[in-house]
């Protein structure tokens, strides 16, 4: 069972990235899938959620507006598309998937945004 982040670099501020999460060994299909991220010193803190029929998704105040999640079941992947990126938004990015008290989570993949 793995989840596998990827789409994480280094962009500039004011720039756009997309990660992907790839499950493999589940499917993702029940499951309420999540995006979280650790900044340097930090707590993991939430960023975003989608529910299992990718019909809600809901977002932490600071990546509203600039961040979307979505999910492609057919694919068994997760999506979190980052727009107008802040420094402040420089972190490794997981991803989470939880069904009842089943939970996933990736390694990670660093996102840095600088000039």
């Known amino acids: 069972v793995q989840l596998v982040e990827s789409g994480g670099g280094l962009v500039q501020p004011g720039g756009s990235l997309r990660l992907s999460c790839a499950a493999s060994g589940f499917t993702i299909r029940s499951y309420v899938m999540s995006w979280y991220r650790q900044a340097p010193g930090k707590e993991r803190e939430w960023v975003a959620v989608?529910?299992?029929?990718?019909?809600?998704?809901n977002y932490a105040d600071s990546m509203k507006g600039r961040f979307t999640i979505s999910r492609d079941n057919a694919k068994n992947t997760v999506y979190l598309q980052m727009n107008s990126l802040k420094p402040e938004d420089t972190a490794v990015y997981y991803c989470n998937g939880q069904w009842g008290r089943i939970e996933y989570w990736g390694q990670g993949t660093q996102v840095t945004v600088s000039s």
């Open positions: 989608i529910t299992s029929a990718g019909g809600t998704a």
